[in-house]
C-alpha cells in the first residue's frame, strides 16, 4: 500500500511560514498564507517516488499509456506539430529545437518530438512508466524529480508540463 507523507511547508509563493488555517478536516487543512494571500494545503502530502506508481496504475492516463495503439502515437505526433507552430512565434529561428517534458510518463509527448526533427527528453517519478517509454520508443527518458536531474540552463527551447502543474 502506498503511503503518502505530510510535510509542513513556507507558502510557496513568498516563502513566509506565517498563516490563517481556512478549513481543518481529517485529511486536509486548507491554510491562506498571512503575507501574501495564497491558499494552500499544509501539511502538504508527499509521496516517496519508489512508491509512486502503485497510485498511479490506477489512472486512466497510466491505463491508457501502458496499452497505446498506433491512433494515439500519430495522434500525439499531429498535436505536437501544431503545437510547435504555435511555439515558433515566441523563438527566435533555428532548424533544430529541444524540448523537455517534465511529467512525460511513457514519452509519447518526447517521442512525437523526436519524430519530428526535435531533440528531446523527458522525466517522470513514475519508474514503470519511464522503463516502459525507453523500450517503447528508443528515447531518452529519466525516472527522477526535475530537482534532480540538473539539466543545464537554458538547455531548452521548450520545457512541457502538461498534466503535472495540477498535480503541484
Not at 526535435?118 to 522525466?123: E, L, Q
Amino acid at each position: 500500500m502506498c503511503m503518502s507523507i505530510l510535510k509542513e511547508i513556507n507558502c510557496n509563493s513568498c516563502g513566509s511560514q506565517q498563516y490563517h488555517t481556512l478549513t481543518d478536516d481529517k485529511e486536509f487543512r486548507v491554510v491562506k498564507c498571512a503575507d501574501c494571500g495564497l491558499i494552500y494545503v499544509n501539511p502538504m502530502p508527499f509521496i516517496p517516488q519508489d512508491t509512486f506508481h502503485e497510485i498511479s496504475s490506477d489512472f486512466y492516463y497510466t491505463d491508457v499509456q501502458e496499452n497505446l495503439e498506433a491512433e494515439k502515437i500519430d495522434h500525439t505526433i499531429k498535436t505536437f506539430e501544431q503545437q510547435a507552430q504555435e511555439w515558433s512565434a515566441f523563438l527566435p529561428a533555428s532548424d533544430k529545437r529541444s524540448l523537455l517534458d517534465v511529467g512525460c510518463g511513457t514519452g509519447l509527448f518526447v517521442n512525437a518530438a523526436k519524430e519530428l526533427g526535435w531533440s528531446a527528453c523527458g522525466c517522470d517519478v513514475d519508474k514503470p512508466l519511464v522503463e516502459l517509454g525507453r523500450n517503447r520508443f528508443d528515447i531518452e527518458l529519466s525516472h527522477a524529480d526535475l530537482h534532480d536531474c540538473h539539466y543545464a540552463d537554458e538547455n531548452f527551447d521548450v520545457v512541457n508540463l502538461k498534466y503535472v502543474l495540477e498535480h503541484l
